[in-house]
């Protein structure tokens, strides 16, 4: 069996203040989300299976002390980035030990997003440090857009998702790797960025956006984005594809309602 954690967009870093975006969120309420979803979702994977952390891209709000988008448009940031480093790359060997309780073997990979182009990258290497003398832990360190891999009759793809379409990611699949293509019943592309769920089923190949454990900051509220917030635990079969799947959603933390910004008083 291959468990799959997709993390939608985590966006380490990123401040909102709930009176005018609808619920808090800072780096101490992204390090206990994230946390305790995976600690949650560890609970439910099958015993000595493969598990996948797969982090869809955006791990960091900010890609440096400048606090913009590539684009230059200013982003509402808490903290030093020096600090959301450190609580991210945390926060990420927490989750990989928890994984290593269950999984006999974990594989990491961490998709680029365009909220953190450079730091994603720099987070891989540091992981690849740390776990260096770990065997069964393997940090994948391709710079690549599109990143895959095959399980016996499954196939999954992955990138960002600010790049390319899904409705073009079936034939950008087959293009790259023909050979796992054809060798495979399976195909999924777990994709990020949109921060909304969506999933639709083109020729060959699934196609599954994640939604992600942060708030909206103060602008995607005024935009009037409402998606719901939660992390999943997919299980692939290596003959039969998915055959179940878990999810956390924000509100099931071990946090109370007013921390995590559901509910407050004026």
């Excluded at 606090?67 to 945390?90: A, E, I, Y």
């Amino acid at each position: 069996l291959l468990c799959v954690y997709p993390w939608g967009d985590p966006h380490f870093g990123m401040y909102a203040w709930w009176q005018d975006a609808g619920a808090d969120f800072d780096l101490d309420i992204a390090e206990r989300l994230t946390n305790g979803a995976v600690d949650r979702l560890v609970t439910a994977a099958p015993e000595g299976s493969t598990g996948l952390l797969l982090n869809l891209g955006d791990m960091f709000h900010a890609d440096n002390q400048g606090n913009k988008t590539q684009s230059g448009h200013q982003l509402d940031v808490d903290g030093r980035w020096s600090k959301v480093q450190r609580v991210g790359l945390n926060s990420m060997i927490h989750c990989i030990r928890r994984m290593l309780e269950k999984h006999s073997k974990v594989i990491v990979k961490i998709n680029k997003g365009n909220h953190d182009g450079h730091s994603s990258y720099a987070l891989s290497l540091m992981l690849s440090c740390y776990f260096h003398n770990e065997p069964r832990v393997h940090v994948d360190l391709s710079p690549a857009v599109c990143w895959y891999y095959s399980f016996g009759k499954v196939f999954i793809g992955s990138t960002h998702g600010d790049e390319i379409k899904g409705r073009d990611m079936g034939a950008v699949m087959a293009a790259d790797r023909p050979q796992a293509w054809g060798a495979s019943a399976y195909r999924y592309w777990y994709v990020g960025h949109v921060h909304h769920k969506d999933v639709k089923e083109y020729p060959g190949v699934i196609v599954e956006y994640f939604r992600t454990l942060a708030a909206r900051d103060a602008w995607h509220q005024g935009q009037g984005y409402r998606a719901g917030r939660d992390m999943q635990l997919i299980v692939h079969h290596r003959e039969y594809g998915e055959i179940e799947r878990h999810r956390c959603d924000v509100g099931m933390m071990d946090e109370s309602a007013e921390v995590l910004g559901l509910v407050k008083v004026a």
